[in-house]
């Protein structure tokens, strides 16, 4: 089963999101901000790392950072509700990074998961 790390601050779009992925067939570790992800990057690898940008404490891109110097296999996915954020990300972050902007259905995140992590 492919391993998602989720870190998202938002409490209930979190637990949307799991409950999308995980009935999609992943298995899904949810934290709730950037330092919580830090420690489960040391809980195993993951195929895909779906990451808020914007969250208070250590951000997404540093989340993404960390994440590819530790497994650079890891596909790495943004969403964000900061479209100016979005934009910038792509200088900041690692190469091949997806970023989304909220606000984005749960079938549009399932499916751009299912390509990330096939491809």
């Given at each position: 089963m492919k391993r998602i790390l989720l870190a998202e601050d938002d409490e209930s779009l979190r637990g949307f999101l799991a409950r999308a992925l995980e009935r999609a067939g992943?298995?899904?570790?949810?934290?709730?901000?950037?330092?919580?992800?830090?420690?489960?990057?040391?809980?195993?690898?993951?195929?895909?790392?779906?990451?808020?940008?914007?969250?208070?404490?250590?951000?997404?891109?540093?989340?993404?950072r960390q994440c590819a110097a530790k497994e650079p296999d890891t596909r790495i996915m943004f969403i964000t509700g900061?479209?100016?954020?979005?934009?910038?990300?792509?200088?900041?972050?690692?190469?091949?990074?997806?970023?989304?902007?909220?606000?984005v259905h749960l079938r549009e995140i399932v499916a751009e998961v299912e390509r990330m992590v096939a491809a």
């Open positions: 992943y298995e899904v570790v949810s934290c709730a901000d950037g330092e919580e992800a830090l420690i489960a990057l040391d809980d195993g690898t993951y195929d895909l790392l779906l990451t808020d940008i914007v969250m208070p404490g250590v951000d997404g891109i540093e989340v993404a900061f479209a100016a954020v979005a934009l910038a990300a792509g200088e900041r972050a690692p190469a091949g990074a997806k970023v989304l902007a909220k606000p």
